[in-house]
């Protein structure tokens, strides 16, 4: 098993940043990817980024989550990082991190993945 907890949410002015970490305990080994989600308000999860957790590996959902949204790991704390910049309102939305232990494909797709956190709430006000 491995478990996640994200932190790092709050409550921030459009235009302004936040850091997300999401610790990893347990079964940490087995991990192959791992990605950020999030989901708003009457919509559906969607994907934000992932990383590879050995290479370094990225992909994320636009190229403008990519400028605004760098995604990065610290192995030996066994931590991933989203670091949010430029936020906007629509940005709005509880952020889940996620770990996948099998293929290391950086899927998109949240069904790959084996364990989630409890997620963090993002508040951007205008």
């Known amino acids: 098993q491995v478990q996640l907890v994200e932190s790092g949410g709050g409550l921030v002015q459009a235009g302004g940043s936040l850091r997300l970490s999401c610790a990893a305990s347990g079964r940490t080994f087995s991990i192959v990817d791992m990605g950020w989600f999030r989901q708003a308000p009457g919509k559906e999860r969607e994907f934000v980024a992932v990383?590879?957790?050995?290479?370094?590996?990225?992909?994320y959902a636009t190229n403008s989550m990519k400028g605004r949204f760098p995604i990065s790991r610290d192995n030996a704390k066994i931590t991933m990082y989203l670091q949010m910049n430029s936020l906007k309102p629509e940005d709005t939305a509880v952020y889940y991190c996620?770990?996948?232990?099998?293929?290391?494909?950086?899927?998109?797709?949240?069904?790959?993945?084996?364990?989630w956190g409890q997620g963090t709430q993002v508040t951007v006000s205008s």
């Open positions: 996620a770990a996948e232990v099998n293929s290391g494909y950086l899927s998109r797709v949240g069904r790959q993945y084996d364990y």
């Open positions: 990383i590879n957790w050995n290479g370094g590996s990225t992909k």
